[in-house]
């Protein structure tokens, strides 16, 4: 009968799906595995038993946990965990926790004003009424503060500061010294909440809150961080905390997630952490108004309140932005300092006896000590300006007191010029002036926000860009962004820009200036506004930057791209198309270098995205095509491993995991299914600099109860037989000073029971000839008690890797030995770093009646070695117990605490044909 010697080379096939295993045509399905669990190949073939699982913490209260990386750089990085409305934040796997401190902050809640000393130059207001600090420096030069006094008692030991602004922006200053930022170096806190650490190193510390913005500005409170866990609140309820998009520039992290306004978390320190408003001050702007009335501002600067002509307001309009365009300038500016002005104004047209494009108006009032001076400037509006006269009749330049209505004008025909009146630097003395102007050629637009809802026809507004009137218009524009209208899904950075988008538009702001989307910034550089408009649905479920921007919508793939693949996209060069049909589920895709890796809108395919040079775009091709199985629950979230190799860990909605070993230049793709005791729930991944460290949230049951651990794998080093070896899950590793039978392996598994290795080697008995695990339960202060004093130690629960190989269809003098019966003889096995009564071989899996066996213990006529490490070990071949079988099969297993390397196997196997 035909007999053949079939050697398995490598393991970096993987799993196959069992109705494909046939097409031993390929020759990947030769060296494939109809089973291959927990048991990692590098790309260069061999295969151990995954890392396991060391425990760090649960997640906050035991709920569902997003995880995501904040990575700076490649050795400073941060785990960020969201729960519902809930972000914390792990630093070297350590929760970011506040020491015990008694200092206190007088009126925290300003609920009152006493401790606190409000200042206000003249033209700003610093009150503390409604539960707020108040700050409001409506005269330009003008300054709003409040400080406090707080005395330390714990000296030297790390405080925190709680501080939630309602309305920012706002300045802070901390510093050992009054109005110095010794502590807190002057920054500036947006809407939203902070948690800042600073350590005090003298009896006491001086707070200052400032704001030098003619808006009003609201501080909700500021207390002092109570010890524990410090924890941020945010937006993002549980069922959509896998909808959010992350992209992150230094230390700061944009988030888009469907149905929320954008956000940024921000890092300050490692110990220092913000979530706050992503609020553009300018856009991006619907192209003109979105209902046929009229708006009117109370005011042109400051706060007020906008009034539309009809009802249209509802109290999703908070927030939103509208730009509003009048023509002529009126405007009434407070100055109250030296280099201050009013708007500049531009003056066109001609002077003839019968009118006058060329003349305006002016006043002059208030209190006030200094010299006022007309500049204007023919070269634009922020540069060239020389002083000019203070009316039509005089050549006199200098204003040092109040005027009437004043006329001005210039003779310079045809001219473009602009104007403005202010005060030069070093011409103000004291007081606030207050100028009005009027001129009834030009216009312009003025931006604001909406504060507040008061009715259908009315809001309160804070006056971004002043207006260049206080009367109605018809010539407005709303954001597009906001509750009422839509809020960005996706968000990416591409050729210098922030890009961000939803439904079926994109927008890209400003070159370098990720919260600009002025409309009016002239050339390449200028924002970007467009609809997507590929035809079909296009929802965007996310962005992907690679060597062009990448949207993925439920209908297709689209590639945002200049006319040639080299020019960078402008506002005039760009065009979205098509590069596949295949539609995108919500997924967060990956990038692996220039390719991507995304959910197919099905939720249960993997595609890979890479550039065809002969068309000159982007391509889907399937990936898990092979390993369809292994994603019939629908994939919930993936996260990119690269070093030592490329790892896509996947996490599916039934909480079962798969590891992708990927190398496309290699041709490697392996599916790898990974088991533990629980159900996967999410995945991150942080760089290191040998290994990436791997993370996942992980539902289990411990004593009865159910709880959610943040476990982080081993490193593949550390699989290998030494002194600790890492190959259980939620496991403590630890050393007894001086040894001790009493492991203290933690609470967290109390009830459960746990396998050790110790000191070298794993904790096993033998029964009927077979070494089998030593099991201990955990008892309620956390300890087991092992048989023999130990030193160095790892505890935890156990897990099994198994290989099963595919059909072996070979030697059969008919050519094929697929439906033929067949008999593995024999099974020769080279490895590495494996304990040897470990390792077990058979036929099937889970079968009394046909077991599996260890490698022989003896090596012609010496004992083998029991723990072989590092040493490559070639097993000479041993008698399989193998049954005629039309489809015989090799299965190895490796259950903890054991641990093996495979390199390759030789399967002799005969047929009958």
């Known amino acids: 009968m035909p007999r053949i010697n079939t050697y398995l080379q490598h393991f970096a096939v993987g799993v196959q799906d069992k109705k494909h295993l046939p097409r031993v045509d390929l020759e990947r399905m030769r060296l494939a595995a109809e089973q291959q669990t927990n048991l990692l190949p590098l790309t260069s073939g061999p295969a151990f038993m995954r890392p396991g699982l060391e425990y760090i913490s649960t997640t906050d209260s035991n709920d569902v946990c997003r995880l995501k990386e904040f990575v700076f750089g490649a050795t400073d990085a941060a785990l960020l965990e969201f729960t519902d409305q ?14 015990a401190v008694t200092a ?22 610093s009150t503390v009424s409604g539960g707020y600090l108040n700050l409001t420096a409506l005269a330009r030069g003008s300054k709003a503060s409040a400080a406090q006094t ?75 961080e109570a010890a524990g866990v410090m924890t941020v609140p945010t937006q993002w309820l549980e069922a959509d905390l896998f909808k959010m998009r992350f992209a992150q520039s230094a230390d700061v992290v944009f988030v888009a997630c469907e149905g929320y306004q954008p956000q940024r978390i921000e ?124 009316n039509n009749a005089s050549g006199t330049i200098d204003i040092t007191g109040n005027l009437g209505s004043t006329n001005n004008d210039d003779e310079d025909d045809n001219a473009i010029v602009w104007y403005k009146l202010g005060f030069e630097e070093g011409s103000y003395t004291s007081g606030t002036a207050t100028i009005t102007v009027d001129y009834d050629g030009g216009g312009g637009s003025g931006i604001c926000r909406v504060t507040a809802y008061n009715s259908p026809t009315s809001v309160d507004i804070e006056i971004l860009q002043p207006f260049h009137a206080a009367k109605a218009t018809d010539n407005w524009r709303e954001c597009e962004w906001s509750a009422n209208q839509i809020w960005p899904s996706a968000v990416a950075f591409a050729e210098g820009r922030l890009w961000w988008s939803g439904d079926d538009r994109l927008w890209g702001s400003v070159s370098d200036g990720f919260e600009d989307f002025d409309d009016t910034t002239e050339g390449d550089s200028g924002p970007i506004s467009r609809s997507i408009a590929t035809g079909g649905v296009n929802d965007t479920q996310w962005l992907l930057a690679l060597q062009r921007l990448l949207v993925g919508t439920e209908g297709a793939v689209s590639t945002v791209k200049s006319s040639s693949f080299d020019e960078p996209l402008t ?49 889907a091709t399937q990936m898990s095509k092979l390993a369809t199985d292994l994603f019939t629950s629908g994939i919930k979230t993936l996260s ?9 860990w996947v996490v599916n909605n039934d909480g079962s995991c798969v590891c992708i ?147 072996l269809a070979y030697g059969a003098a008919g050519g094929t030995a697929m439906l033929q019966k067949k008999k593995v003889d024999e099974v020769g096995l080279i490895m590495t770093d494996f304990v040897r009564a470990g390792v077990r071989y058979g036929s099937e899996f889970d079968n009394d009646e046909r077991p599996l066996f260890p490698p022989p213990a003896q ?55």
């Open 640 to 648: 990119v491993q690269r070093r030592p190799d490329t790892r896509i």
């Open 859 to 913: 090596k012609g006529f010496t004992a083998a070695d029991a723990i072989v490490l590092s040493d490559v070990d070639d097993e000479e071949a041993f008698m399989f117990p193998g049954e005629w079988n039309t489809d015989s099969r090799v299965c190895v297993e490796c259950a903890s605490p054991n641990t093996m390397t495979l390199i390759s196997m030789v399967i002799s196997v005969t047929t009958n044909g």
């Open 267 to 390: 890092r300050r320190s490692t110990r220092s952490w913000s979530v706050v408003r992503y609020q553009p001050d300018n856009g991006p702007f619907t192209l003109g108004a979105t209902r046929d009335l009229k708006l009117t501002p109370s005011v042109a600067e400051g706060n007020g309140t906008l009034t539309a002509s009809a009802p249209f307001f509802n109290s999703d309009h908070v927030g939103t932005l509208f730009s509003l365009f009048h023509e002529g300038f009126e405007c009434s500016t407070q100055l109250a300092g030296g280099g201050e002005y009013t708007d500049v104004f531009k003056v066109t047209g001609v002077q003839t006896g019968n009118y006058n494009d060329r003349n305006w108006s002016y006043t002059v009032s208030g209190t006030w000590v200094g010299t006022l001076r007309w500049q204007r400037s023919f070269d634009g509006e922020d540069q060239g300006f020389k002083r000019f006269p203070y």
């Open 150 to 224: 707080v005395t330390v008692n714990e000296i030297g030991t790390e405080h925190a500061l709680r501080i939630v602004v309602e309305r920012g922006p706002v300045t802070l200053r901390v510093g050992s010294t009054s109005g110095g930022d010794e502590y807190i170096n002057e920054t500036v806190l947006r809407t939203g909440t902070h948690s800042l650490a600073f350590t005090p190193t003298g009896a006491q510390f001086y707070l200052l809150f400032q704001s030098e913005l003619e808006q009003l500005k609201r501080v909700d409170s500021v207390t002092i």
């Open 86 to 99: 809930l972000m914390r934040v792990k630093v070297d796997d350590v929760l970011v926790t506040r020491p």
């Open 661 to 807: 070993v990927y190398e496309p230049l290699e041709e490697v793709l392996a599916f790898i299914p990974i088991e533990t005791d629980g159900n996967f729930e999410s995945v991150a991944v942080l760089p290191a600099d040998d290994q990436d460290r791997v993370y996942f949230v992980v539902n289990r049951t411990i004593n009865g109860s159910t709880v959610r651990y943040i476990e982080k794998m081993a490193l593949d080093t550390e699989v290998k037989p030494t002194t600790q070896c890492k190959v259980m899950d939620a496991h403590v590793a630890g050393t007894n000073g001086p040894a001790s039978t009493t492991i203290h392996v933690g609470t967290h598994l109390q009830g459960e029971s746990v396998v050790v290795w110790a000191d070298g080697a794993p904790l096993v008995s033998t029964v009927d000839g077979y070494t089998v695990p030593n099991t201990y339960t955990v008892n309620g202060s956390g300890n087991i008690t092992v048989g023999s004093a130990v030193t160095d130690w790892v505890a935890g629960l156990p897990y099994t890797a198994r290989y099963k190989s595919a059909k």
């Open 104 to 125: 206190a902050i007088t009126n925290g809640d300003f609920s009152s004003g006493t401790g606190w000393t409000l200042t206000a130059t003249s033209g700003a207001t």
């Open 571 to 619: 506002p005039t060069n760009l065009s979205i198309k098509d590069s596949s049909s295949t539609g995108a589920s919500s997924v967060d895709p990956a990038r692996v270098d220039t390719r991507g890796v995304f959910v197919d809108r099905s939720g249960k395919a993997l595609f890979e995205l890479s550039f065809d040079g002969t068309s000159s775009d982007y391509n």
